[in-house]
């Protein structure tokens, strides 16, 4: 594993999101992680130690476009062409209102503020809790991150090499400090998506620590 800098005790202006905690991305779900569950203990005792918390939910529409079964001929995996650049497909998931898409059980964060949720326009996927993936649609959460007077945001969950990466790259770029904690989160890793992910955040200026 990396060697990280510690995660320091957090400050009021902190907020810690945690990304994506839901049984589709864990163990038997349609699109697992691998040990997506096992980061669960550990990531309930970070989140007992911040006064905020938010959580992001993976929240699709069924026909969703970044699913494979949406476009004949397509596989899970492949990555195709849409309005907005390339997209990989995906095994149906997170589907709205499934026991896939609701978070798993043995998450236990109640002092949770929020749930963003994302992912629910038809034909726009949304990896990052600020920005859609047409890189355009905004979900509001920067403002109200903004307006509630947080600087540092902290960010765990699954999957690191999607929705956390791309959530710390989009916060860096609405102006707040940002560290993923490694050791809470777990990667996807299709075709070498997990070094690139942890380069661009490291070139970025996003901090990786473990916790
Ligand atoms: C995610 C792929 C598709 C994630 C969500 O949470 O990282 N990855 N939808
Ligand atoms: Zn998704």
């Known amino acids: 594993m990396t060697r990280s800098p510690a995660l320091s005790p957090p400050a009021e202006e902190d907020i810690l999101l945690i990304v994506d905690i839901q049984n589709d991305f864990c163990p038997g779900g349609a699109l697992a992680v691998p040990q997506g569950d096992a980061i669960i203990p550990l990531l309930n005792r970070v989140a007992s130690r911040f006064a905020h918390v938010g959580l992001t939910q993976d929240w699709h529409p069924k026909g969703h476009l970044s699913f494979a079964s949406s476009h004949p001929g397509k596989r899970p995996f492949e990555?195709?062409?849409?309005?907005?650049?390339?997209?990989?497909l995906w095994p149906d998931h997170c589907v709205q209102g499934t026991e896939g898409a609701a978070f798993h059980r043995a998450l236990d964060v109640p002092h949770a503020?929020?749930?963003?949720?994302?992912?629910?326009?038809?034909?726009?996927?949304?990896?990052?809790?600020?920005?859609?993936?047409?890189?355009?649609?905004?979900?509001?959460?920067?403002?109200?991150?903004?307006?509630?007077?947080?600087?540092?945001?902290?960010?765990?969950?699954?999957?690191?090499?999607?929705c956390v990466s791309s959530s710390a790259l989009d916060a860096l770029d609405a102006g707040f400090s940002v560290s993923v904690i490694l050791n809470a989160s777990r990667g996807i890793d299709v075709g070498g998506s997990l070094e690139k992910a942890l380069a661009s955040m490291r070139e970025a200026g996003v901090s990786l620590l473990n916790a």
Request: charged share 25%; glycine share 8%.
């Open 79 to 88: 990555t195709i062409e849409v309005s907005y650049g390339p997209q990989i």
């Open 113 to 162: 503020e929020f749930v963003l949720r994302k992912g629910y326009h038809p034909a726009i996927d949304s990896y990052s809790a600020f920005r859609e993936n047409d890189r355009r649609t905004q979900t509001g959460l920067a403002s109200y991150l903004r307006e509630r007077g947080f600087a540092r945001l902290r960010l765990c969950g699954l999957a690191t090499d999607f």
